[in-house]
């Protein structure tokens, strides 16, 4: 199998298709920038597969990324396109680009901060308001609306927020 970096020299217009398609939670964010496409594979003649890793095993929006990415590559030219889903490499939040956290961070969510492998519930406490900065501020509970965010509050700015959970 090529890897990613290979894959994304060799065949830039499907790594150019995938880019476009969005997280439907998170328009702002691409599923590449997410770190869920773990690898594609371009079997010729039009032939392609793509592996994705979901954030969650539950996640809602699953069913919604795979067709996305069928419709995006068959727009793009592909006529056989395949979405397999795999937890075979397990997502992390350390999987999401430079990029994808600064989409994060746009679209009102403070991006999850790097880790070792190992995280502690203050990890998420001590959270930067993504509004203004601030880091006088407290975890309001660590569930949020959905299963990778958590709620906080800025005490400097009084806004309420969300935050993109750390997951190792």
């Known amino acids: 199998m090529v890897s990613t970096r290979e894959s994304k020299q060799l065949h830039p217009e499907i790594w150019e298709a995938l880019y476009a398609v969005k997280d439907p939670e998170i328009p702002p964010l691409s599923i590449v920038d997410l770190g869920i496409v773990t690898s594609v594979e371009f079997e010729g003649k039009g032939t392609v597969q793509v592996n994705l890793t979901p954030t969650f095993s539950g996640c809602p929006a699953l069913k919604i990324m795979e067709q ?11 006529e056989h396109v395949q979405v397999k889903t795999s937890f075979e490499v397990a997502w992390n939040s350390n999987m999401i680009s430079e990029e994808g956290l600064k989409a994060l961070h746009q679209h009102g969510l403070a991006p999850p901060p790097r880790h070792e492998g190992y995280i502690e519930l203050d990890v998420l406490s001590d959270t930067p308001c993504p509004l203004c900065g601030s880091r006088n501020t407290t975890m309001q509970t660590p569930f949020g609306p959905t299963l990778c965010r958590s709620m906080h509050y800025c005490k400097n700015c009084s806004n309420a927020f969300e935050a993109f959970k750390p997951v190792s």
């Open 68 to 78: 996305l990415v069928v419709d995006k590559l068959h727009e793009s030219g592909f």
